[in-house]
Nanobody
Framework: QVQLVESGGGVVQAGGSLRLSCAAS????????LFWYRQVPGKQGNQRDF??????????RYADGVLDRFTISRDIVKNTVYLQMNSLKPEDTGVYFC??????????WGQGTQVTVSS
C-alpha cells in the first residue's frame, strides 16, 4: 500500500521561506509524476489548486502565481518530493497536499500540511 506523508508546514511572515517534504512509501511503480496542490477551506467547495509538478525525468511545471518563487524537486532514491517556497505571500496560505500519479492509473494523496503566511 502506498502512503504519502507531508511535513514542513508552519507559520511564517510574509517574505519568509518554508520547505515542504513529502515522503512516499510502499510499492511505487515508475514512471510517475509528483504534484503539490493547495487547498483553501471555503474556496470553491474546498477545491485543490495546482501548485507544481515534477516528472520522473525531472521536468517541472508551475502555476503562474508561484513561478520564480517556488521550486519543486525530488529525490528518486528516497522517494521524496520537496517544495521550496520563497518570498511567501499571505495568499499562499492553505493546506498543501502532495499527489503521486502513476501513469494516470493510480492516484495517491497525502494528508496535507498547513502553511500560514501572516502579513
Amino acid at each position: 500500500q502506498v502512503q504519502l506523508v507531508e511535513s514542513g508546514g508552519g507559520v511564517v511572515q510574509a517574505g519568509g521561506s518554508l520547505r515542504l517534504s513529502c515522503a512516499a512509501s510502499g510499492r511505487i511503480d515508475n514512471p510517475n509524476d509528483l504534484f503539490w496542490y493547495r487547498q483553501v477551506p471555503g474556496k470553491q467547495g474546498n477545491q485543490r489548486d495546482f501548485v507544481a509538478a515534477i516528472t520522473s525525468g525531472g521536468i517541472t511545471r508551475y502555476a503562474d502565481g508561484v513561478l520564480d518563487r517556488f521550486t519543486i524537486s525530488r529525490d528518486i532514491v528516497k522517494n521524496t518530493v520537496y517544495l521550496q517556497m520563497n518570498s511567501l505571500k499571505p495568499e499562499d496560505t492553505g493546506v498543501y497536499f502532495c499527489k503521486l500519479d502513476v501513469r494516470g492509473v493510480y492516484i495517491y494523496w497525502g494528508q496535507g500540511t498547513q502553511v500560514t503566511v501572516s502579513s
